[in-house]
């Protein structure tokens, strides 16, 4: 089975220009979750969604920033106008709902630099 | 809120040694789950192991065993029989149960970062 796929895997543009992470979750699952990663800050959440709905959207770090999830298999997150303190990995990561236990997969992120 | 500290920054062990990483963390809740990723070079985050706060016993996965201790807050790591393989970042996370507003997100540590030795 295909595990959570993110795209691009590397992204690299000039400040103020706007980005676009894609993320497909994998078949079936119906939550998704954005991280950051940081060596300053580690790993944050961004942003989470159930059943298509952002649920908390409380890490996200100002308006430059935006995520949607239009349908059960894509999501994106957008950054309009970039900066070079947005330079991070992130990660998309998916999960069913239903099950406490149940893990979190995550896709190979995307390593975005901001020049 | 809810806090992950994972005290070592870098660790090291001789191949086929075994090695404990330390992860605490601070809740006032009583039913939670605990995880360990691993993250190799790749980048790609790998679920290791994972916990449920009202299990008593401490889970296992092949080489990989955790000490858990509920009271202390504490969840450490143990890797046995290492392989060079098991070179990487690891990350202790907690969630919280979802239910009750709470959907599950995990809260990170700052990671361990693991050196096998040949």
């Known amino acids: 089975d295909a595990g959570v796929i993110q795209s691009p895997r590397h992204e690299v543009t000039e400040m103020g220009q706007e980005v676009t992470l894609r993320c497909k979750p994998i078949s079936g699952h119906n939550s998704l979750f954005w991280y950051r990663q940081t060596m300053m800050r580690g790993l944050e959440l961004l942003i989470y969604f159930n059943n298509n709905v952002p649920i908390d959207d409380s890490g996200m770090p100002e308006d430059r920033f935006s995520a949607k999830m239009p349908n059960a298999s894509f999501s994106t997150l957008k950054i309009q106008p970039s900066e070079p303190r947005d330079s991070a990995v992130y990660f998309c990561?998916?999960?069913?709902?239903?099950?406490?236990?149940?893990?979190?997969?995550f896709g190979d992120g995307t390593r975005l630099s901001i020049l | 809120a809810q806090t992950v500290t994972q005290s070592q920054p870098e660790m090291s062990v001789q191949e086929a040694e075994t090695v404990t990483l330390s992860c605490t963390y601070d809740t006032s809740e009583s039913d939670y789950y605990l995880f360990w990723y691993k993250q190799p070079p790749s980048r790609q985050m790998i679920l290791v192991i994972r916990?449920?706060?009202?299990?008593?016993q401490n889970a296992t996965e092949n080489r990989f065993s955790v000490n858990f201790q509920k009271a202390a807050k504490s969840f450490s790591l143990k890797i046995s029989d290492s392989q060079l393989g098991d070179a990487a970042m690891y990350f202790c996370?907690?969630?919280?149960?979802?239910?009750?507003?709470?959907?599950?997100?995990?809260?990170f540590g700052k990671g361990t970062k693991l050196s096998v030795k040949p």
């Open positions: 996370a907690y969630r919280r149960p979802t239910g009750g507003g709470s959907q599950g997100n995990l809260i």
């Open positions: 990561a998916s999960s069913l709902l239903r099950g406490d236990n149940q893990p979190q997969h």
């Open positions: 916990q449920e706060a009202y299990k008593q």
